[in-house]
């Protein structure tokens, strides 16, 4: 008997097997965001964001994704940190949704022409945050988010910088 109730086992994980298969291929015709790559796109076209993600970006996760931990309401709404692709994705954006004093920051790139001229740059870098002025969005609008979520590493800064001025590939 032992022998025989063998059989099925196989037959079902040959069949996930080709399911598995199916799937992959399913999505690499199917799914919006396969097609253009989205997933695998970050290791490959992003290196240097991708750098930039995992030594201190994905912390920002733990309150800029849906559903974080540290998420209030009072937030910036379209940032979205839970993947490089997301970060990548929703930094190429504007502020959104901000309240109270930095609701002056609302439709502000967070990326622009240069580093100095980047919200991105002014929350984490208090040189840039003191001379930061687009339009109604001033240093006293720019909050620290190094108070929020740590010091970056050594370099950090300057890696961010020369990203930007590259044009944020
Ligand atoms: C503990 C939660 C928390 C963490 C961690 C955090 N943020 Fe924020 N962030 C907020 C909140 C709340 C706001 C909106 C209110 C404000 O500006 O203080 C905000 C606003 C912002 C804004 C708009 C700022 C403005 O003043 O116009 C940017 C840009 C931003 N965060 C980027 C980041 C980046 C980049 C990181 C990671 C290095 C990060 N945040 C980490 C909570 C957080």
């Given at each position: 008997?032992?022998?025989?109730?063998?059989?099925?086992?196989?037959?079902?994980?040959?069949?996930?097997?080709?399911?598995?298969?199916?799937?992959?291929?399913g999505?690499d015709?199917?799914?919006?965001?396969?097609?253009?790559?989205?997933?695998?796109?970050?290791?490959?076209?992003?290196p240097q964001?991708?750098?930039?993600?995992?030594?201190?970006?994905?912390?920002?996760a733990?309150c800029?994704?849906?559903?974080?931990?540290?998420?209030?309401?009072?937030?910036?709404?379209?940032?979205?940190?839970?993947?490089?692709?997301?970060a990548?994705a929703?930094?190429k954006?504007?502020?959104?949704?901000?309240?109270?004093?930095?609701?002056?920051?609302?439709g502000?790139?967070?990326?622009?022409?240069?580093?100095?001229?980047?919200?991105?740059?002014?929350?984490?870098d208090?040189?840039?945050?003191?001379?930061?002025?687009?339009?109604?969005?001033?240093?006293?609008?720019?909050?620290?988010?190094?108070v929020?979520?740590?010091?970056?590493?050594?370099?950090f800064?300057?890696?961010?910088?020369?990203?930007?001025?590259?044009?944020?590939?």
């Amino acid at each position: 008997m032992k022998r025989f109730s063998i059989l099925p086992v196989v037959v079902l994980m040959a069949s996930f097997w080709a399911c598995g298969l199916q799937n992959t291929e399913g999505n690499d015709n199917g799914g919006g965001q396969d097609v253009q790559g989205i997933q695998d796109t970050n290791t490959v076209q992003h290196p240097q964001f991708y750098a930039l993600y995992q030594a201190y970006f994905n912390t920002c996760a733990n309150c800029h994704a849906p559903g974080a931990m540290g998420r209030t309401p009072d937030i910036e709404k379209s940032l979205d940190f839970s993947t490089a692709d997301t970060a990548y994705a929703t930094l190429k954006g504007q502020a959104q949704g901000l309240t109270g004093n930095v609701q002056a920051c609302n439709g502000t790139p967070f990326i622009g022409q240069t580093y100095e001229t980047s919200l991105l740059a002014a929350v984490l870098d208090g040189a840039v945050r003191a001379k930061f002025n687009a339009g109604s969005c001033t240093s006293d609008e720019v909050t620290d988010m190094t108070v929020k979520a740590g010091q970056p590493p050594a370099h950090f800064l300057e890696s961010l910088k020369q990203w930007i001025d590259a044009g944020a590939p």
